[in-house]
């Protein structure tokens, strides 16, 4: 078993199959085609956060 400290986390290209794993505390969160896909899919992410954010904001400043 790896140890916390030892646990890889970040991105890492798969020899293998080419592809883009993103790894968290040594387990595999997501899988990715390639670097362009990553960023799509965090860029979704962000714009899906910012979008949750305003609507918080609005409806906290509603309540004033």
Do not use: P
């Not at 305003?54 to 906290?60: C, I, M, N, R, T």
Request: charged share 25%.
């Amino acid at each position: 078993m790896v140890q916390a400290s030892e646990a890889k986390t970040g991105l890492f290209q798969q020899k293998t199959t080419n592809d883009y794993v993103v790894m968290w505390k040594g387990r595999e969160i997501c899988r990715y085609a390639s670097v362009q896909d990553f960023v799509d899919a965090h860029a979704e992410g962000l714009a899906a956060l910012e979008a949750n954010q305003v609507d918080l904001l609005e409806s906290f400043y509603r309540a004033l």
